[in-house]
Structures are given as structure tokens and as C-alpha cells.
């Protein structure tokens, strides 16, 4: 098994399959006649599939092999996943020709000034490098060695497996959106009973000198939550005659980011707080004018948070950065009006924060439903020029603020673009409880026979395709989330109904290694190739009760 993966995972790294290029297309067409190659397939050459991945115009495919046990008849079902992309390759700078060529690679890279930790595993045979052979190129050729086990031993193997190699993972996860669908027709087809997902994909040290190796029973959600900040314009003479939404913004931002309140903790496991990825104004040329428009989108990390929370949290801080802002005002312009021997008046505005449902619902009252058309005639503009997801958001938050009769400063709270959902795995759930003891026996027993410090954990800390196997149970949260991201059905959707149909305990069993999307990015062997399949098919087994 070890050089069979070991072959394998040099083959599929030497393909490039950078996201969003058509070495996505090629990556699977190699995958498939890996596949097509083994006996099981031969005879079973309806049990191996290549699917068009829906609504994409790269024309990317999925690559779905069906493995039915013989032991014994059994509807139940494991759902195998991996990504076959991977991010593109400009941090090897003037290396770039051998970031697909593990044996090459290794040599070239001690040309460059490294730390001790990284020339230390250059120079063991212990170790490859590679763009991809990491995350998560070496996950996929675990799942295809495992796949090609238990054909060529499928007399003696209960259950079925369905493996899914998905495009796609490291931009919009298409691959997995259009796979949902394509699972619930073979679930028809065959009769399946799924009863888990497991994916393969990376698993790293957490912090410096880190030995664990972690089994993540579950996975982390993402949304992102966007503030349109609508201040008051004036001449920079008369400053204190409005409100500075850069001023706004900066308090917002100072209230929200990595404010630990705002992360979930759960079963001892904190998620992430939130983080900005954009604080920018929208004034678009120099003048003495302040500035009355902002916006800020956060990444927003979720164990259990849903939508629905997350804008009741998030309006709460902005309630609270806006007042900050006003009792400022009001406390500055006092002290100027005392130096300046002018009469002081306190400032008239008033902390207005809403939900971009909110707003609209007030608009479309007062323009009597005319807003629809409006919007309609935008949104054609936007997708025209094909802009960003995000951007093509604010500019419908901004078209109904302008039909909108209130013009004093105001916030207004609204989801961009992607959602990932988090998965909490609880053992009060059937299937939950079978994953998480499939798991935790899998692992007593690997602990007897390696020598490795291991750790169970309920939430996998990167986002990934595992979050489209299930939904949060309460559909108010999937409204809330619909509602207030602009474009919802239009430039992005999710295919609610299916993922809720599956709805499936997932977990991460992942090959260890470092420095993914670095040029350092790296694989060990030994535990990748040697420990890990035992590990995953104690888990299969278990889950099977074999």
C-alpha cells in the first residue's frame, strides 16, 4: 500500500489542476482511469461515473465510483470525499516549473533560505514536497488505494462505498453543490442508506512543536456578514455638521473584529472570532467632502451559531460602535464650541442599525412595490459586467438605500457570498453516535499498534466541502440568512432541500503535514501512507460493524 500511494500521490501532484483552469478537467480524467484500470470496475463498469458538475462554464467533472460489499446485503452507505484542485502556484516565485515534481522539488528548495524545521524534513526520506501533494492530493490517492483494497477484497467487505473526487473546493465548491443532487440520485438508484461522510483532506500541527495527530468529528461553518454604513456628508469646515462613516466603520470594526464574545465555545472547542477581510469607503474622488459610505465584510466563524444569531449579535455591536461614535461626537464638539467661544447644541443623530430585509420592506411601503423594478434593472447592469459576489451584494444594498426616504446615518447588516455551514456532530443523534464510536474504537486500537499522541476533536477547523452534507435543523435560520443576502437565488444559492435531506454526521481523517497553500507545503510518508488507511478502515469497518 505504501508504494502504491506513494506512486500515485507523485502521478497526481505532476497534474496540475489549479482551481478555475482546465487542469481541473484533467485531474479527473486521471482519477477516472485509475480507476477504470481496477478488475472490480472491469466487471462493475456502471459502478464508475464522471458527472458534469451543474451550471459551470469551465465544464468541470466529479468523478463517483460506487463499491457494493458481497459479505453480506446491506442498504447502509459511506460517502468517501476529497478535492482534486488546488491554489495556484506564484508563491514558488522562480520555482514555479517544479512545484508538480515532488523528486525534483526537494533539491531546488535548498536553494532558498529556510528554517531549520523545513531543511530538516527536506533532507528526510520521510517527507515530499509539492503544491497539492498535501492538501489534498495525498487524501485522494488514500481514498482510491482504500478503494482498490476492498475491491480486490470485496467478497469479504460488508457495506458500500460511494467515493466522490469533487472540483472545485478551493474557489465555490461546485463540485460538491452539484454532487449533493447527484448523491440522492444514486441513493434512488441503489437504495442506499447513507450513514456518514468522511473526508480526507489535510490535517496539520495547530501550533510550533505540535505532535498530535487530530481526528476532527465534525467541521467549522463560515458566513459572511457584511455592514453598509451610510454616515453624513459635509464640507471638512463644517466637520461637526455630519457623521464621517469612515469614523463609523473604524468603531464597528474596533467592536467586532476578533472580539472573542463572538466566537462559539462548545465542548471545551472554540471557534475563531470574526475577522475583516474588507473595511473600505466608497468615495471614488478626492474632494473636501467627508465621507458618507462604507462598508466592511467579515470572515465569521460558526460551531453553532447560525445566521439568524450571528445578525442578532452583530446588531447588537453595531448598536453599541454607533453610540460609541455619537457620545464621541457630542463629547468633542462640546470641547471645540468651549475653546472657540461658539454656543454648544448636542448633535442630532440617533444610532440607526437594521437588517437589509428590514430596509427593504420599508422601501418597498413607501415606493409601493416600484423598488422591484428598479432592482430588477440593476441587477441586469451587474451581472453584465460580471462583477464579484461581494460587490455585486453592496450594490443592491445601495440601490435600495438611495430609493429609501431616510437619509440620516444608518447601518445596515446584511450576508454576502459564500455560506458554509458548520456540522455539530452530537452523539444524542443515531447516526452521530455510530461515527463518533466508529471513530473512537478505530483509534484505540491504531494506538496500540503506532507509537502517535492522537486527539479527537468535534469540529475540523478549516472550511471545506464536508459543511454541504447537512444544514442547521431550524428553517427560520435558513431564512434569515436567504432574506438579508442580496442576489440569493440570482449570483449564488445552495441547494437547501437536498443538503437537508441527506443531513449527515461528516468527519476528517486527514494525511499529516505542513505549510498547506506555502511553498513549503509538504506530506510524511509514514503516517500518511502507513497508518492512516488502517485508520480510515477500522473506522469504514466499525461504522459497518464488520
Known amino acids: 500500500m505504501r508504494e502504491y500511494l506513494i506512486n500515485l500521490v507523485k502521478k497526481l501532484t505532476a497534474r496540475s489542476s489549479i482551481v478555475g483552469t482546465e487542469g481541473e478537467v484533467e485531474i479527473a480524467k486521471v482519477i477516472y482511469q485509475e480507476l477504470k484500470d481496477f478488475d472490480y470496475f472491469k466487471r462493475n463498469p456502471e459502478n464508475l461515473r464522471i458527472y458534469d458538475v ?63 524545521e523545513t531543511r530538516e524534513d527536506i533532507n528526510s526520506d520521510d517527507w515530499l514536497f509539492g503544491r497539492g501533494i498535501f492538501d489534498m492530493k495525498a487524501g485522494i490517492a488514500v481514498e482510491i488505494g482504500l478503494i482498490k483494497f476492498i475491491t480486490e477484497n470485496v467478497e469479504s467487505f460488508k457495506g458500500n462505498i460511494v467515493f466522490l473526487a469533487l472540483a472545485d473546493e478551493e474557489g465555490n465548491s461546485k463540485g460538491v453543490l452539484s454532487a449533493v443532487e447527484d448523491l440522492l440520485n444514486l441513493q434512488k438508484e441503489y437504495g442506499f442508506h447513507y450513514i456518514a461522510v468522511l473526508d480526507t483532506d489535510y490535517m496539520a500541527p495547530r501550533f510550533a512543536g505540535d505532535e498530535k495527530k487530530y481526528i476532527y468529528i465534525g467541521t467549522v461553518g463560515k458566513l459572511l456578514p457584511c455592514f453598509y454604513i451610510y454616515g453624513r456628508e459635509t464640507h471638512v469646515g463644517q466637520a461637526f455638521e455630519g457623521l464621517d462613516a469612515n469614523l463609523l466603520a473604524s468603531e464597528i470594526l474596533k467592536e467586532v473584529d476578533l472580539s472573542f464574545e463572538l466566537a462559539d465555545v462548545v465542548e471545551n472547542e472554540a471557534s475563531l472570532p470574526p475577522i475583516s477581510l474588507a473595511l473600505k469607503d466608497l468615495k471614488k474622488e478626492y474632494s473636501v467632502q467627508t465621507v458618507n459610505e462604507a462598508y466592511i465584510y467579515l470572515n465569521y466563524s460558526t460551531h453553532i451559531s447560525t445566521p439568524d444569531r450571528v445578525m442578532e449579535k452583530l446588531k447588537e455591536k453595531a448598536y453599541k460602535a454607533f453610540n460609541n461614535v455619537i457620545n464621541k461626537l457630542n463629547e468633542e464638539y462640546e470641547k471645540y464650541c468651549r475653546a472657540a467661544g461658539l454656543p454648544f447644541k448636542k448633535l442630532p443623530f440617533e444610532a440607526k442599525v437594521l437588517t437589509f430585509d428590514e430596509m427593504y420592506s420599508e422601501v418597498k411601503k413607501e415606493t409601493g412595490g416600484r423598488i422591484d423594478e428598479i432592482l430588477s434593472k440593476k441587477k441586469k447592469e451587474l451581472l453584465e459586467q460580471a462583477v464579484d459576489e461581494r460587490i455585486y451584494s453592496l450594490e443592491i444594498v445601495r440601490e435600495v438605500h438611495k430609493n429609501w426616504s ?78 438579508n443576502m442580496p442576489g440569493y437565488g440570482e449570483i449564488y444559492s445552495l441547494p437547501v432541500e437536498s443538503i437537508q435531506k441527506l443531513n449527515l454526521p461528516v468527519a476528517n481523517i486527514g494525511p499529516f503535514g505542513k505549510d498547506a497553500h506555502k511553498f513549503t507545503e509538504r506530506l510524511n510518508i509514514t503516517y500518511s501512507f502507513e497508518v492512516l488507511p488502517e485508520l480510515i478502515e477500522l473506522v469504514i469497518k466499525n461504522l459497518f460493524g464488520n
Open 54 to 116: 451543474r451550471n459551470d462554464a469551465l465544464q468541470r467533472k466529479n468523478v463517483i465510483a460506487v463499491v457494493r460489499g458481497e459479505k453480506e446485503k446491506t442498504s447502509d452507505t459511506v460517502i468517501l470525499i476529497g478535492h482534486m484542485d488546488t491554489v495556484g502556484i506564484e508563491d514558488y516565485g522562480n520555482l514555479k516549473d517544479y512545484a508538480f515534481n515532488p523528486d525534483e522539488l526537494k533539491e531546488k528548495l535548498l536553494s532558498k533560505s529556510l528554517d531549520e
Open 406 to 483: 431616510y437619509k440620516m446615518p444608518s447601518v445596515v447588516l446584511y450576508f454576502s457570498p459564500p455560506y458554509y455551514p458548520h456540522i455539530y456532530v452530537k452523539s444524542e443523534d443515531e447516526k452521530g453516535e455510530r461515527l463518533i464510536t466508529a471513530i473512537k474504537k478505530a483509534v484505540e486500537k491504531v494506538k496500540l499498534e503506532y507509537d502517535y499522541n492522537f486527539e479527537v476533536k468535534k469540529f475540523y477547523p478549516y472550511i471545506s466541502d464536508l459543511s454541504y452534507f447537512a444544514l442547521p435543523g431550524e428553517r427560520e435560520a435558513i431564512k434569515v440568512l436567504t432574506k
